[in-house]
């Protein structure tokens, strides 16, 4: 078992088991915030084909309802404390780079593409993202965002670049306002996206500069969605909707490409 310093210093004084919670860091080590949050273990089994590489797979998550217009359906909420503890470094960063923009969503769509891509069930050769923003009037198109690192991520979508004719988006993210009737507007009749999240809540997301680092709130709500008609399995939609919570909830893995 995997376990900081200073989180098992942490469980010394609160009294808590090391073996009963789920770890955030790498390779599924146990961090301070997993014992100050008590982020139990789930108790679901992930099968060892879903894991990749030398990256220990994450509990799985089962739906949280049932099988809505073919999709599996996950509700979810995580502390984002962690993003907002290295807000203020990465957003002077982006002010240089970016001119003083630095979004949530972008934080989202690389934790949504990673979590996406975590098992071998789904390994297509480029991921195009599709994005709904201010009540879904504002749309930005990522066509191939597998391969961007959260840098250009944010570079990318604020220059909203228009949405290229005949564009398949394997992934829809959207505000918690964007309405069915809008996403449809956007994509063929006979486009059906493989995954798609809605993000809840009142944080803000765009618009974070150097210096304002306070967050209305720093809990997000989300629902996650797996097409069960994709080739995606059960199981590995349970996985990848585990690895996006724990993406969301660590994003410091997030810098990383790979």
């Known amino acids: 078992m995997l376990i900081s310093p200073l989180a098992r210093k942490l469980c010394a004084a609160q009294g808590k088991n090391p073996a009963e919670l789920r770890g955030s860091g790498p390779r599924g080590r146990i961090m301070a915030a997993d014992v100050q949050h008590g982020s139990a273990k789930n108790t679901v089994e992930v099968a060892p084909s879903l ?5 220990l797979a994450n509990p799985a998550t089962p739906p949280t309802r049932e099988l809505k217009d073919g999709y599996y359906v996950y509700d979810a909420e995580v502390d984002m404390s962690a993003l907002a503890s290295i807000s203020f470094p990465i957003a002077v960063q982006c002010e240089k780079l970016l001119e003083e923009r630095y979004s949530l969503f972008d934080y989202i769509i690389r934790a949504v593409v990673k979590a996406c891509m975590s098992t071998e069930e789904w390994k297509p050769e480029r991921v195009d993202i599709l994005l709904f923003e201010r009540q879904g009037e504002q749309t930005t198109a990522l066509p191939n965002a597998a391969n961007m690192n959260i840098y250009r991520i944010a570079r990318e979508s604020a220059q909203k670049p228009p949405m290229p004719q005949d564009f398949r988006p394997d992934i829809v993210i959207c ?11 956007k994509l063929n009749v006979d486009t059906r996206p493989i995954f798609a999240m809605v993000v809840r809540g009142h944080t803000p997301k765009v618009g ?17 969605y797996a097409a069960a008609q994709s080739g995606v399995s059960a199981s590995a939609a349970n996985y990848i909707a585990a690895e996006l919570h724990s993406l969301l909830f660590n994003p410091v893995r997030l810098l990383l490409l790979h």
């Open 175 to 185: 505000d918690a306002h964007t309405t069915r009737t809008q996403v449809a507007e």
């Open 208 to 224: 974070i500069r150097a210096g304002r680092t306070a967050l209305q709130s720093h809990t997000l709500s989300y629902t996650f």
């Open 51 to 55: 894991r990749r590489g030398t990256l």
